[in-house]
C-alpha cells in the first residue's frame, strides 16, 4: 500500500491487492482516532479544488438525556433519525457519564439537521458538534451557515431551539412502550 499526499486533507491510496480496495471502500465506517474519514474510489481528471462532499460524519449530543434512554437500542433508533449511526463514544456506551450521550452520525449535507426528537413523551434537543467550517445549508466545506455567501437574503424558516414541534413524525418502536419520533 502507498499513501500519496495531494493537499491538505486529500490522499491517494494505492493498494496492491484489490481485495484490501474492497474492503476498505466496504467495510467502513473509517476512523483516525476521533476523525471520521470519507473513503471514495479515485474518479479520472479528479479536481481538488472542485471536490463537494455530499455526506459527513458528525458527533450529536443529546444533553440531559434521561439515564434510562441509554439504551443501545434507543441510542440507535435516534442515531437513524438524525443520518447514519456510525459509532456511540465510550462514555455513552459504558454509561459513566450522564450530563448528555454521544453518537457519531452520518448526515447528507443536502437535508436539514434535526433539532429535536421524541423519545415517548420525552421530547429530546440534539445538538451537533463538527468541523470548524462546515455550512450545513449548502453542504460547504470551508465557511459555516450564518456566514455562507451563498444564501439567498430570504433565509429558509430556522426552528427555534425551544420551539418542540414537530414537523415530519417517524414513529420507531424500540421497545414496547417507546416511540422514538423526528420532531
Known sequence: ????????????????????????????????????????????????????????????????????????????????LLGKPLQLDAHTAHQTRGQFARICVQVDLDESLVPFVRIGKHIQKVLYEGPVALCFSYGCVGHKENSCPLKSSQAPAVMEEDSPNCTKPANMDVRDDTVIEEC
Not at 9 to 36: A, H, K, M, T
Not at 46 to 54: V, W
Open 1 to 80: 500500500m502507498d499513501c500519496i499526499d495531494f493537499s491538505v486533507d486529500f490522499f491517494l491510496i494505492r493498494f496492491q491487492e484489490r481485495e484490501d480496495l474492497l474492503r476498505v471502500l466496504n467495510g467502513g465506517p473509517s476512523f483516525v482516532g476521533p476523525y471520521y474519514l470519507t473513503i471514495r474510489q479515485w474518479e479520472p481528471a479528479f479536481d481538488l479544488d472542485k471536490a463537494t462532499f455530499t455526506t459527513t460524519a458528525i458527533w450529536a449530543r443529546s444533553p440531559r438525556l434521561p439515564i434510562e434512554y441509554y439504551d443501545v437500542k434507543i441510542l440507535e433508533r435516534i442515531g437513524k
